[in-house]
C-alpha cells in the first residue's frame, strides 16, 4: 500500500465518504427498530447489508476506481513513482477496509441493540460477523470488478439482478438461498447457527474470481483496458443494453416457476399409515381387503425402511388401483396432474414382487427428480428396487437369480452404463433381474452398510442451486468404495454363472424359441411388417414407429398372436423407422421374456 496515496484518497474522498457513512448509520438505527419487531436477533444486520451494505460498496467503487479511470487522474498516478500495481492493490485494501469495517460496526450495533432486551453472549455471536465480513468481502469484490468495466457497471449490477430474478422467479429458490446471499439465511438471522461451510466457500471462490478480474483489467496490457472501457457508452451501446436489460425483465416476470403440488390425498380402500409412508389399497371382487391390507402394511415396511437407509426426507403417499382386464405383468404409475404422489395400476394377481419393486422404483425416481433414469445411474435404480423389495425374501432373491441367470451373455460395463439399450434388447423381466445382480453383487462385495453408503450419494435430491454442478458422478461414488463398472460388470457375470449352475435343471426344461420379424413392400398393398415366432403357442408383439430422436422407447402398442405368424397393423412411410419386439411367456421364469427386439429401417 501506499501511504501518500491513503492521504490523496481521503483528502479528495472523506467528506463524500463520511457523509456516506453517516446517511448509513441512520438507516441501521431505522433498520434495528423495525427489525426489532421481527423477533431475529440479526434480522436488521441481514437487511442491513443486502441493502444500504450493496449500495455503500458501489459508491466506494464509483469514487474509488471509477472516477480515477473516467477523470484521467488514474493516468496522473500511473506517471508517479507508485507503480500502477501498487496503486490498484492501495484502492481495493482501501476499499476492502472500509467494507469490513462496515460489517464489523453493523455487527457490533446490532449486537449491542439485541443485548437491550436479552442475554447475547460473543460465542454465540460470532456466527454472524463471520458471515457479515465474508458478505461484505465478497460485495466489495464484485463491486470493485464492476468499476473496473466502467461505462459497463451498471450493466454488470443490472446483470445479476436479472438472474437474481431469474433464479427466484423462474427457478422458484428462495432469495437466501442463493449464493452469497445464504450468508444472510434465516439461520444466521435468527442467531442459532452458521450456513454450511459449502455457502463460505461459493462466497471466497466468487471473491477471488471478481478480484483477479479486476487485476486483470487494471493492470493487463498497460491498464489499456481499464482506460478504454472508461470511456462513455455511445448511443448505440445504450440502445442495446436497455433493450436487452428489458428483454430480460419482461421473461422474468412472465415466467412462472413450477407450483409446489400437495400430496395425492388417499380417500379410499384399505389404508396404512407407516412411519413415514401412507399407504392406500383398493379391494376387488377377487382382491379381498384382508389382502389389500396386507399388501398396503408391506409396502409401507418397504417404503419406510428404505427412506430410513438412504436418509431420505421425504413422506410420499402411494395409492394402488387394481384393475381387472389387465396383464398380470402389466403395471402402469398413473399420471397426477394437480398433486404429487405414486398411484399404480396393477391386475389383481399382479406378482407382488413386482407391485413392491414399482412402488420403490417410483419413490426413488420423484426424490431424484428423475436423474435416478439417466444412463449412468438407471442400472443401479432398478436394481436397488428389486433388491430392496427382496431384502428378508430369500425364496423371492433365488427366483430372481434364476431369471437373471437366463439373460444371454455375456453381458460388459458397456450393458450396465447403456441402460436403455439393455433394457430394450432383454426387456423389462430380465433386465431388472440383470438389475438385481448387479446390485446383489455389490452388497456382497462391499457390504450392506457400504453399498447404502454409495447409494445415498448417488440416490439424493438434488440441489436447487449452483450446488448440483458440483455432485460426484456414479461412478466416482463406485470408484470411492473401490468399484467400477467393469469390476462390478465382470462379478455379477460370475455371480449369474453360479446361479445357472444352481438351477440348471430348470433352465433345461425352457423350451427353445426362435422369433423373426420381416418386412414386405408392393405397390398395391405398401409396407408390411410381418412377425413369426417357433416354440410358444402365443405371442405378444409390441411396436413403435421412432421420431429422430426418439432413444428410450416409454409404452409401446401392443397385439396379442395366437399362433406363429402376424402382421403388425401398422402402416408405416418410407424411410421411417420401427421397433419390433417380441415377448412370450415363460412359465419357468414366471414372467414374460423378450425373445427379439429389432429396430427397423424402412426403405
Request: hydrophobic share 50%; aromatic share 8%.
Given at each position: 500500500m501506499s501511504l501518500a496515496l491513503l492521504r490523496k484518497e481521503a483528502r479528495e474522498h472523506g467528506l463524500v465518504l463520511a457523509a456516506t457513512f453517516v446517511i448509513g448509520a441512520v438507516a441501521l438505527f431505522l433498520t434495528l427498530r423495525v427489525a426489532a419487531d421481527l423477533g431475529g436477533r440479526f434480522v436488521g444486520l441481514a437487511r442491513f447489508l443486502s441493502t444500504i451494505g450493496l449500495l455503500l460498496a458501489l459508491v466506494l467503487a464509483n469514487r474509488l476506481l471509477v472516477r480515477e479511470y473516467m477523470g484521467r487522474t488514474q493516468l496522473f498516478l500511473e506517471t508517479l513513482p507508485v507503480g500502477r500495481a501498487r496503486a490498484f492493490a492501495t484502492k481495493w485494501l482501501l476499499g476492502c477496509g472500509l467494507m469490513l469495517l462496515t460489517a464489523w460496526l453493523t455487527?457490533?450495533?446490532?449486537?449491542?441493540?439485541?443485548?437491550?432486551t436479552e442475554v447475547l453472549e460473543w460465542a454465540d455471536a460470532k456466527g454472524a460477523l463471520l458471515c457479515a465480513a465474508t458478505f461484505c468481502l465478497t460485495a466489495w469484490s464484485f463491486a470493485a470488478l464492476a468499476g473496473m468495466?466502467?461505462?459497463?457497471?451498471?450493466?454488470?449490477?443490472?446483470?445479476?439482478?436479472?438472474?437474481?430474478?431469474?433464479?427466484?422467479?423462474?427457478?422458484?429458490?428462495?432469495?437466501?438461498?442463493?449464493?452469497v446471499l445464504r450468508l444472510l439465511g434465516q439461520d444466521v438471522q435468527m442467531g442459532y447457527a452458521l450456513p454450511?461451510?459449502?455457502?463460505?466457500?461459493?462466497?471466497?471462490?466468487?471473491?477471488?474470481?471478481?478480484?483477479?478480474?479486476?487485476?486483470?483489467?487494471?493492470?493487463?496490457?498497460?491498464?489499456?483496458?481499464?482506460?478504454?472501457?472508461?470511456?462513455?457508452?455511445?448511443?448505440?451501446?445504450?440502445?442495446?443494453?436497455?433493450?436487452?436489460?428489458?428483454?430480460?425483465?419482461?421473461?422474468?416476470?412472465?415466467?412462472?416457476?413450477?407450483?409446489v403440488q400437495?400430496?395425492?390425498?388417499?380417500?379410499?380402500?384399505?389404508?396404512?399409515?407407516?412411519?413415514?409412508?401412507?399407504?392406500?389399497?383398493?379391494?376387488?371382487?377377487?382382491?379381498?381387503?384382508?389382502?389389500?391390507?396386507?399388501?398396503?402394511?408391506?409396502?409401507?415396511?418397504?417404503?419406510d425402511s428404505l427412506i430410513d437407509a438412504l436418509e431420505l426426507d421425504i413422506h410420499p403417499p402411494v395409492f394402488v388401483l387394481p384393475?381387472?382386464?389387465?396383464?398380470?405383468?402389466?403395471?402402469?404409475?398413473?399420471?397426477?396432474?394437480?398433486?404429487?404422489?405414486?398411484?399404480l395400476k396393477v391386475a389383481p394377481n399382479a406378482p407382488s414382487d413386482f407391485v413392491r419393486t414399482l412402488v420403490l422404483h417410483s419413490l426413488l425416481t420423484d426424490v431424484t427428480r428423475n436423474r435416478g433414469m439417466r444412463e449412468d445411474r438407471h442400472v443401479l435404480l432398478d436394481g436397488l428396487a428389486v433388491f430392496w423389495a427382496l431384502r428378508d425374501d430369500a425364496e423371492g432373491r433365488e427366483r430372481w437369480w434364476l431369471r437373471a441367470a437366463?439373460?444371454?451373455?455375456?453381458?460388459?460395463?458397456?450393458?450396465?452404463?447403456?441402460?436403455?439399450?439393455?433394457?430394450?434388447?432383454?426387456?423389462?423381466?430380465?433386465?431388472?433381474?440383470?438389475a438385481y445382480s448387479a446390485v446383489d453383487t455389490l452388497v456382497q462385495r462391499l457390504g450392506l452398510d457400504a453399498a447404502l453408503r454409495s447409494m445415498r450419494e448417488i440416490f439424493v435430491s438434488p440441489r436447487d442451486d449452483v450446488r448440483a454442478l458440483?455432485?460426484?458422478?456414479?461412478?466416482?461414488?463406485?470408484?470411492?468404495a473401490g468399484v467400477?463398472?467393469?469390476?462390478?460388470?465382470?462379478?455379477?457375470?460370475?455371480?449369474?454363472?453360479?446361479?445357472?449352475?444352481?438351477?440348471?435343471?430348470?433352465?433345461?426344461?425352457?423350451?427353445?424359441?426362435?422369433?423373426?420379424?420381416?418386412?414386405?413392400?408392393?405397390?398395391?398393398?405398401?409396407?408390411?411388417?410381418?412377425?413369426t415366432l417357433s416354440g410358444a403357442p402365443r405371442y405378444a408383439a409390441y411396436y413403435q414407429v421412432l421420431h429422430p430422436w426418439t432413444a428410450d422407447v416409454g409404452d409401446m402398442s401392443r397385439l396379442d398372436v395366437l399362433g406363429g405368424k402376424a402382421v403388425l397393423p401398422l402402416s408405416p412411410s418410407r424411410n421411417a423407422r420401427v421397433l419390433t419386439v417380441i415377448e412370450v411367456e415363460d412359465e419357468i421364469l414366471d414372467c414374460p421374456v423378450r425373445v427379439l427386439a429389432e429396430r427397423l429401417q424402412l426403405r
Open positions: 455487527w457490533l450495533a446490532t449486537w449491542r441493540f439485541v443485548r437491550y468495466l466502467g461505462r459497463y457497471r451498471y450493466i454488470a449490477w443490472a446483470g445479476v439482478a436479472a438472474v437474481v430474478m431469474l433464479a427466484t422467479n423462474v427457478a422458484g429458490i428462495p432469495f437466501l438461498d442463493l449464493p454450511e461451510t459449502s455457502a463460505f466457500v461459493y462466497a471466497f471462490i466468487i471473491a477471488a474470481a471478481c478480484t483477479a478480474g479486476a487485476a486483470t483489467l487494471a493492470l493487463a496490457g498497460s491498464g489499456a483496458m481499464a482506460s478504454t472501457l472508461a470511456r462513455r457508452m455511445t448511443a448505440r451501446e445504450r440502445v442495446f443494453a436497455l433493450v436487452a436489460l428489458l428483454a430480460v425483465a419482461t421473461i422474468g416476470y412472465t415466467l412462472e416457476p413450477k407450483p400437495p400430496p395425492f390425498e388417499i380417500t379410499e380402500g384399505e389404508r396404512f399409515q407407516g412411519k413415514w409412508t401412507r399407504v392406500g389399497v383398493l379391494p376387488t371382487a377377487t382382491f379381498d381387503a384382508a389382502a389389500a391390507q396386507s399388501l398396503a402394511s408391506t409396502i409401507a415396511a418397504d417404503a384393475q381387472q382386464g389387465l396383464d398380470r405383468h402389466v403395471l402402469r404409475r398413473a399420471a397426477l396432474r394437480a398433486a404429487d404422489g405414486i398411484v437366463a439373460a444371454a451373455e455375456p453381458l460388459t460395463a458397456d450393458h450396465l452404463t447403456a441402460w436403455a439399450q439393455t433394457s430394450e434388447q432383454f426387456g423389462e423381466c430380465q433386465s431388472l433381474a440383470i458440483f455432485e460426484r458422478r456414479p461412478a466416482t461414488t463406485l470408484a470411492a467400477n463398472w467393469a469390476t462390478l460388470a465382470a462379478a455379477a457375470a460370475a455371480a449369474r454363472q453360479s446361479a445357472r449352475e444352481r438351477h440348471a435343471a430348470a433352465l433345461a426344461r425352457r423350451p427353445t424359441i426362435t422369433a423373426a420379424v420381416d418386412v414386405n413392400s408392393s405397390t398395391a398393398q405398401g409396407i408390411a411388417i410381418e412377425t
